[in-house]
């Protein structure tokens, strides 16, 4: 997925309303989100895919201490990890 924050597409909602399944189909196979535009307020439109993964990403960063770990985990080099569960 691109960085939604420099690239989004941007549709106007009488041209949703005119090329919906177009759109939906755009959004199911890119992956990208779509911002879709209204004077009254926007709405941002993505596929249930990138949904679920937002709202895990949220939960994970939620618990206390799970963000700092994860960073933690990322910076080390895979021949540093575990091969196997030690529980």
Do not use: C
């Amino acid at each position: 997925m691109t960085d939604a924050r420099r690239s989004m597409k941007q549709v106007q909602l009488k041209d949703v309303q005119e090329n919906f399944e177009q759109i939906f189909e755009d959004v199911l196979m890119s992956g990208d989100p779509v911002k879709i535009l209204k004077e009254t307020g926007n709405a941002i439109h993505v596929s249930e895919e990138v949904w679920r993964g937002m709202t895990a990403t949220l939960n994970l960063v939620s618990i206390p201490g799970m963000r700092a770990s994860i960073r933690s985990g990322m910076r080390k080099p895979i021949a540093d990890t575990a091969t196997g569960l030690y529980w």
